[in-house]
């Protein structure tokens, strides 16, 4: 049930953390609260905005050293998969305990999905991101090949490219959650329908390891590919020494300040894989600390931060994307801005954000699976192991990690999927 601002004691002070927001966004910050505060006279926030790099450390110390004179936040900004560490130990209150049916329809189903763990929401969706793939059109006219849409078309793409250029086509970041991301675009599943294995020990994961393996060894892809990441793949596409990056569309802007003749020779188009599975999405989120003695306040505001008018405010300001679903009436988001690769970007943004999905959703013991998943498919680039050998270990690794249950021991020995 929706809480109404009388439920309110006098005096409530909520403590609300963001991620690295101030000092760009202070005035949009400062704006919200101010409306919120009008609002709710009983409600007081205190903003504190913590770097980036300490946010995860902070939290973590906050809620384990919380005391009268050391409160912990109420309202934090976090990631899903951050947010599902804590949520994992019960630190986070649920907020379909505290908003109305009403209220929860007001997000997109998809961004509200990224915010579950076991069959619990553990935190709001606020504002999402999607990469778009940039393209330069030089170095594919001269190879004769077009962006590519799918995943098998990017080979033959690579081939051309390599042959007639001497440049690489795309960069496949191995960091962050890009590989388990990639694995679901070319048609694999993550885990098994019942949740207790690894999804893809079967033909489909075998075709990815071996795409990338081919990838890396016909020399289709730069060779430190399998020590650096995002940074570097744009980094190689600024310099024109890769032809495609998968990346957000707030990388536009950045082009075209530090090199307007590159950006004029910047083409968009939809994720590579878009065919074969839905768009993927990231969200942060807005969670409410479980020990919170104001959770009812606490997610009055939680609620104020995202809806409709303010995340759309936000994303004039910011070139991100709004998880409300009434924030994609505003006009802002089909007026022309006058510039055409701009306008693009986002509007291809927004269609993938519309029917996208986390492709990668939070999952207990992450951490472990995403860095066991990059390792193993590194080796099989590299030729250490076999595709085969490699999802084995994959399997018992996974197995062991996730719940389970006792009947599917006997399977887990034998390799074969339940």
């Known amino acids: 049930m929706a809480v109404s601002c009388g439920a309110f004691a006098t005096g409530v002070e909520v403590q609300f953390w963001t991620m690295q927001l101030s000092p760009f966004h202070d005035a949009y910050i400062r704006g919200v609260i101010s409306s919120f505060e009008k609002q709710n006279p009983d409600v007081r926030v205190k903003w504190v905005d913590v770097p980036w790099s300490e946010m995860e450390k902070k939290t973590l110390t906050a809620v384990a050293s919380a005391s009268p004179r050391r409160p912990a936040p109420d309202v934090v900004n976090l990631n899903p998969q951050f947010a599902s560490k804590l949520a994992e130990f019960g630190a986070l209150a649920d907020p379909e305990k505290f908003l109305s049916a009403e209220e929860i329809r007001a997000y997109l189903p998809a961004a509200w999905k990224a915010n579950r763990l076991d069959g619990k929401t553990f935190a709001l969706p606020w504002y999402l991101t999607t990469s778009v793939l940039l393209y330069n059109k030089t170095l594919l006219a001269r190879a004769g090949v077009e962006a590519p849409t799918t995943f098998a078309g990017l080979l033959p793409a690579a081939q051309k490219v390599r042959a007639t250029t001497g440049r690489y086509a795309y960069f496949p970041a191995l960091d962050g959650s890009t590989p388990l991301e990639t694995l679901v675009s070319m048609g694999a599943s993550i885990l098994s329908a019942n949740g207790c294995r690894a999804g893809f020990v079967n033909e489909r994961g075998e075709h990815v390891f071996n795409f990338h393996q081919q990838l890396y060894q016909d020399g289709l892809v730069p060779k430190n590919v399998v020590t650096e990441g995002h940074r570097k793949a744009v980094e190689m596409f600024l310099s ?107 509007a291809l943004s927004v269609e993938q954000v519309k029917r996208g999905e986390v492709l990668v959703p939070p999952m207990r013991n992450y951490n472990k699976f995403r860095s066991d998943y990059a390792r193993n498919l590194q080796a099989v680039m590299l030729n250490r192991k076999t595709t085969r050998q490699a999802l084995s270990e994959i399997d018992t690794t996974w197995s062991a990690l996730l719940p389970c249950p006792t009947k599917f021991a006997a399977r887990a020995v034998s390799g074969t999927q339940p």
């Open 240 to 346: 024109g020494q890769v032809a495609m990056v998968s990346t957000g569309m707030q990388f536009l802007q950045f082009i075209k300040t530090n090199n307007p003749a590159f950006y004029a020779n910047v083409g968009v188009k939809l994720q590579i894989g878009v065919g074969e599975s839905p768009p993927n999405i990231a969200a942060m989120n807005i969670a409410v600390l479980d020990q919170s003695p104001n959770k009812k306040a606490a997610f009055r505001f939680a609620v104020f931060l995202t809806n409709a008018a303010n995340q759309t405010e936000f994303a004039r300001r910011v070139p991100i994307l709004p998880s409300s679903v009434k924030s994609y009436d505003a006009p802002f988001f089909t007026t022309s801005s006058g510039d055409r690769l701009l306008d693009e970007a986002r």
